[in-house]
């Protein structure tokens, strides 16, 4: 189970992160990517590239279901007469 208050890019090996994994970006490492990767720029956009992809391989926009078309409501009013709905296609 991953700890939320890890970067969940730490383990990824990314070429941008690697300035903070030396000896003498170690206290960045503590400080940004161990609780503090919300105020990180190179975290952001990794999400970013997850979710939508990159210029070089963008990810194809998910296309949303056709909805089916609603269903016809009948309404009960007074003196138990039902009256129909009709759609207006909103």
């Known amino acids: 189970m991953h700890d939320p208050s890890f970067c969940p890019h730490i383990d990824r090996g990314d070429s941008r992160c690697s300035h903070r994994f030396?000896?003498?970006?170690?206290?960045?490492?503590?400080?940004?990517?161990c609780g503090g990767q919300h105020g990180c720029v190179v975290f952001h956009r990794l999400n970013m590239e997850q979710s939508y992809g990159s210029l070089d391989a963008p990810k194809a926009?998910?296309?949303?279901?056709?909805r089916p078309f609603a269903t016809p409501l009948t309404v009960s009013?007074?003196?138990?007469?039902?009256q129909s709905i009709?759609?207006?296609?909103?």
Do not use: E, I, W
């Open 61 to 66: 926009a998910p296309q949303r279901p056709l």
């Open 22 to 33: 030396t000896l003498a970006g170690a206290h960045d490492v503590f400080s940004v990517c």
């Open 77 to 82: 009013a007074a003196h138990d007469r039902r």
């Open 86 to 90: 009709r759609n207006l296609g909103a």
